[in-house]
Structures are given as C-alpha cells and as structure tokens.
C-alpha cells in the first residue's frame, strides 16, 4: 500500500496544504491515518476520493454539497445535479445578455454617439430618465415612461439580471 504525506498529495491534486488541512476541518477528506510522528499520511483510496472531491468542486457544487453527496455513498442525486445544471444555464444566459448588451455599447461608443448619460443612485436601483423614456419608445414598449429597476452589479440572484434583458434586447434591437 502506497502512502502519501500532506504535501506531495496536495502538489499530485493541484491543491495546497491548506486546503487539505480545510478539508481534513470539514470532514471531506480524513487523513488515512498517522505516523509514529504524529504526521498524517493518505492512501490511493485517498487520493481517488480527492479526485472526486475536485470534480464535484469542478462541476460548481459546493463544499457543503459535496460533504453530503460523499456521506450519501458518493453518488450525486439527480435532483441535486439538475439544480446545479438549471443555475449553471441561468448564469449562461445571464452572461451572454451582459456580452450584448455591452457590445451594443461599445458600438454605440465606435460610432461616436458616446455612453447614455445615466444618473446613478447609490443602492441597488439606476435610474435613466431620459434614456429610458427614449429608447422604450423606440422599441415600442408599453409603459414607456416608466424607469427601470436594476439590482447591483456582480449578484448572483436572478432578479438581478432582469433589467439587463430589456437591456440587451433593446441593443440587439438597435442593431436592425
């Protein structure tokens, strides 16, 4: 039976000590045992079970997830990858609404036509008066005075990512 010390078997997974040590804390990967020294060792059963753990860590499951898929006899349920499929496309779309959108932006900036001049609020809401009221009636919405609601940059919810749709459909829509 091959051993490895903390280590060598971090550098084998492209992990560091302290990570492993974290995973020792969290119970995701328990040490094989100890030497007369005190010093941890691992096993290939250990080394294949950190493997996992990284391809769970890869498919964007999280640690907490992780643990219980482990203690549950290492198979994930459909239920739990269906979820994690279902964000995974969500943040895709979410993703390439921001690539148009911005696109949209930058041509409107190559074409000379320069940035909106939005009035930013500090919070969780823009405002865009003069754009908004224009380019909704351009595009031919109701409610075209309406402002938008725009949740923060950089957040993860759903929610946030509403605002960009009218958004990057109106680029796209300013395109044709």
């Known amino acids: 039976m091959k051993t490895y010390s903390i280590s060598p078997l971090a550098r084998a997974c492209g992990l560091s000590r302290s990570t492993l040590l974290y995973y020792d804390r969290l119970g995701l990967l328990k040490p094989s045992g100890r030497t007369g020294s005190g010093y941890r ?14 391809h769970f860590r890869q498919a964007g499951l999280t640690l907490k997830e992780i643990r219980a898929v482990l203690s549950s006899g290492g198979k994930p349920g459909t239920r739990l990858l269906e979820t994690r499929l279902r964000e995974t496309v969500e943040n895709i779309v979410g993703l390439k609404k921001q690539q148009r959108l911005l696109g949209g932006m930058l041509r409107q900036v190559a074409a000379g036509k320069g940035p909106p001049s939005w009035t930013w609020s500090f919070g969780s809401r ?28 950089n957040s993860s919810s759903p929610s946030a990512s509403r605002p960009a749709r009218w958004s990057a459909s109106s680029a796209g829509a300013a395109e044709k």
Do not use: H, K
Not at 41 to 54: M, N, P, S, V, W
């Open 41 to 54: 060792y691992y096993t290939d059963a250990d080394q294949r079970r950190l493997e996992r753990i990284g």
């Open 126 to 153: 823009c405002w865009m008066p003069r754009e908004w009221t224009r380019m909704r009636a351009a595009v031919g919405t109701p409610n075209s005075s309406a402002a938008p609601r725009q949740g923060t940059r």
